[in-house]
């Protein structure tokens, strides 16, 4: 590597941490109920060993019934021994997550025998493209995930790889596996493509790591059968009003054709297609984005035009080599497969659940760009840099200009100031907050600090619902109540949001 290209490299490097620590800590201005859930968890484990379920050091944290699994929480937790508790703490994982996947992405595309130049631009695209932006400024598991998991395929995909690098692989793995369920779906497909692209008839080169990887594989899936079971029930196969239609489906054929295409197998396909063509669709991937709204900047998506138009192209490229050489293949597999953890579920296209399938689609753009001849190649890829610089320009001056006084009714921005209001200007009072979501128990609890000990004592929860998720009813002198006329007539004091503001109301 050229001394110029490294100093690109630390350039990007540089340029990718400002953009995603700067003002971090009030952009977006609170956290959201997840990041409260990792945060207040992390800060119990911290201070006691024990969620706020009394758990000690727990294998998963069950939280709101979600059951998140304890890659980050334990990570939290050990920064709060030696930073303060903070929503910049909360979501400097994700800060640093982010970084790194610039730093990983040069080599990953180096892996796959692109030139210099060709791995300095995605190492930019992946500096500069909204989804990393986004979700690095976020606590997102999925994000510390998505690295973790890219830098195990990395290390799998070198010239020649070794017992070294294959056990730092399978270590990467095992960590983004405990921090997000996608890389444990991912791993059955990613050990497929590997025994693939290594040669099927040499076993010497994959049995080992895919061993192990296969090992690794069965024991999560059967330490964390509580994450997989409660996250079963958010899934096409276990939707009540899907099931409707697969019998209505069912009955609307007779005969053979019944059994032919009135099938279950059909059925979920006529379901899953559309999801894929939607996933790659420019809807979902620039304009509008999926259907979560914190996800992405209102009115603006994942990626930037340039970028995604390069990456169709790149894509088309890429289904003419698979038959040509083992790496095409592998991240043919791979990205494909990468799409099975959203398009399964009831609100896909998501881009949480999509992050590595964004990751490898932005990479296929490099197979277009491969095509450029020598002599116009560093022209092109200069207009390229150039444009792409253009639209993320715009993009930061709409993240960091614009979206401050645009952020999502539902994150209900103002909570954290109106909670320590109340607690100083209303300190004996009994209070009851409108919360018909259920989750402001533990912004309250985050927010205020409040002591284990106190919360242990205090915390009331509601039975599950039909998915299993339990919402707060009470903490301390804090009652949550899903309408104004729920309210106890010794809560003096009534919050509630309305007209997209936190109203205090005195009786």
């Not at 930061?396 to 109106?418: C, D, H, N, R, W």
């Not at 998915?467 to 002198?477: E, S």
Request: hydrophobic share 45%.
């Amino acid at each position: 590597m050229q001394k110029t290209n490294k100093i690109i490299l630390a350039v990007l490097i540089l340029i990718g941490f400002i953009i995603r620590i700067w003002n971090v800590q009030t952009l977006p201005q609170i956290l959201n109920r997840d990041e409260a859930a990792l945060a207040y968890n992390g800060l119990l484990l911290s201070q006691t060993g024990k969620d706020e379920f009394q758990r000690s050091f727990p294998l998963t944290i069950e939280s709101f019934g979600d059951y998140k699994l304890p890659g980050y929480p334990y990570t939290l937790a050990i920064l709060f021994k030696l930073l303060p508790a903070s929503d910049f703490t909360v979501r400097l994982p994700s800060v640093i997550a982010g970084t790194l996947l610039i730093i990983i992405s040069f080599y990953f595309a180096k892996n796959f025998k692109f030139k210099d130049e060709l791995a300095l631009l995605f190492s930019f695209f992946i500096a500069i493209s909204p989804i990393f932006i986004f979700y690095s400024r976020i606590a997102f598991e999925a994000n510390v995930a998505l690295t973790l998991f890219v830098g195990a395929i990395t290390l799998l995909t070198i010239k020649k790889p070794n017992l070294r690098t294959d056990l730092g692989a399978f270590i990467l793995t095992l960590l983004a596996g405990l921090i997000y369920n996608t890389p444990l779906i991912l791993l059955p497909f990613l050990i497929v493509a590997l025994i693939i692209s290594r040669g099927i008839r040499q076993p010497k080169k994959w049995l080992p790591i895919s061993s192990l990887l296969t090992a690794l594989f069965t024991i999560m899936f059967l330490s964390l059968a509580s994450i997989s079971s409660q996250k079963s029930g958010i899934t096409i196969f276990s939707d009540e009003t899907i099931w409707q239609e697969s019998v209505r489906h069912y009955d609307s054929y007779t005969g053979i054709s019944q059994k032919l295409l009135g099938n279950k197998y059909i059925f979920y396909l006529t379901k899953i297609w559309p999801k894929i063509l939607e996933s790659f669709s420019m809807k979902f991937l620039v304009t509008n984005g999926g259907s979560h709204p914190w996800h992405n900047l209102p009115g603006h998506a994942h990626l930037l035009y340039t970028s995604y138009f390069i990456s169709c192209l790149g894509l088309l490229v890429l289904l003419r080599q698979i038959l040509l050489n083992k790496k095409s293949i592998f991240i043919f597999i791979m990205l494909f497969s990468a799409l099975v953890p959203s398009v399964i579920t009831v609100d896909s296209p998501h881009a949480t659940r999509s992050l590595l399938f964004i990751y490898l689609f932005i990479f296929c753009g490099l197979y277009f760009l491969t095509m450029i001849t020598k002599k116009h190649f560093k022209n092109v890829l200069l207009i390229i840099a150039v444009l792409i610089t253009i639209e993320a320009s715009r993009y930061l001056y709409l993240y960091f200009s614009k979206y401050p006084t645009t952020q999502p009714a539902s994150l209900q921005v103002g909570y954290e100031q109106i909670i320590r209001e109340l607690e100083q200007n209303y300190p004996q009072t009994n209070i009851a907050i409108v919360d018909q979501a259920g989750f402001q128990y533990i912004l309250t609890a985050w927010y205020l600090k409040t002591p284990p000990e106190k919360f242990f004592s205090t915390i009331i929860k509601q039975l599950p619902d039909r998915i299993g998720f339990k919402y707060g009813q009470q903490l301390t002198r804090y009652h949550f109540i899903a309408h104004a006329n729920d309210r106890d007539e010794s809560e003096t004091i009534l919050v509630e949001w309305r007209d997209n503001k936190w109203q205090v109301h005195q009786f």
